[in-house]
């Protein structure tokens, strides 16, 4: 069999999540982009001065968290149900849950580099992991009832 005459996977648009739900990782994005920058051009030159130092570490983590993995999440709720066929379970609350997950323990991790203060990763560690624990675990199961 040719690659090109391999079956194909008809789109579903029926399964698409509301335009809500992706939409407000794509929202949040900006924002945590705007606030790294906001924070690099409030501390100058000094906050890259080695790639260890606190503040680059909570500028990357603004990005690659608050950005990066936003984008990604929000993108893969709407893609999820339309190209693979893979209903996430009850995807308005995980949604909501992850977001928030996410939202705020890049705003802990952020503020734990920035200030220095070791007490903060804690919390940052616990929501993150389980905003993701949790997005994982609903495409699983997703996965498993397709």
């Given at each position: 069999m040719k690659p090109l005459d391999a079956p194909r996977r008809a789109l579903s648009f029926d399964d698409n999540p509301p335009l809500s739900l992706p939409l407000r990782f794509f929202l949040s994005a900006p924002l945590f982009a705007a606030l790294a920058a906001a924070l690099l051009a409030w501390q100058g030159?000094?906050?890259?001065?080695?790639?260890?130092?606190?503040?680059?570490?909570?500028?990357?983590?603004?990005?690659?968290?608050?950005c990066l993995s936003m984008t990604m999440i929000g993108a893969l709720m709407q893609i999820l149900p339309v190209v693979a066929g893979i209903a996430v379970p009850?995807?308005?609350a995980v949604g909501a849950a992850v977001h928030a997950g996410l939202c705020a323990g890049t705003l802990l991790l952020a503020s734990a580099f920035w200030l220095e203060q070791t007490w903060l990763f804690r919390g940052a560690m616990a929501l993150l992991l389980a905003a993701l624990?949790?997005?994982l675990g609903a495409c699983t199961v997703g996965m498993w009832r397709q």
């Amino acid at each position: 069999m040719k690659p090109l005459d391999a079956p194909r996977r008809a789109l579903s648009f029926d399964d698409n999540p509301p335009l809500s739900l992706p939409l407000r990782f794509f929202l949040s994005a900006p924002l945590f982009a705007a606030l790294a920058a906001a924070l690099l051009a409030w501390q100058g030159p000094d906050a890259l001065i080695s790639r260890w130092s606190p503040h680059t570490l909570a500028l990357t983590h603004l990005m690659v968290l608050g950005c990066l993995s936003m984008t990604m999440i929000g993108a893969l709720m709407q893609i999820l149900p339309v190209v693979a066929g893979i209903a996430v379970p009850r995807a308005g609350a995980v949604g909501a849950a992850v977001h928030a997950g996410l939202c705020a323990g890049t705003l802990l991790l952020a503020s734990a580099f920035w200030l220095e203060q070791t007490w903060l990763f804690r919390g940052a560690m616990a929501l993150l992991l389980a905003a993701l624990l949790l997005f994982l675990g609903a495409c699983t199961v997703g996965m498993w009832r397709q």
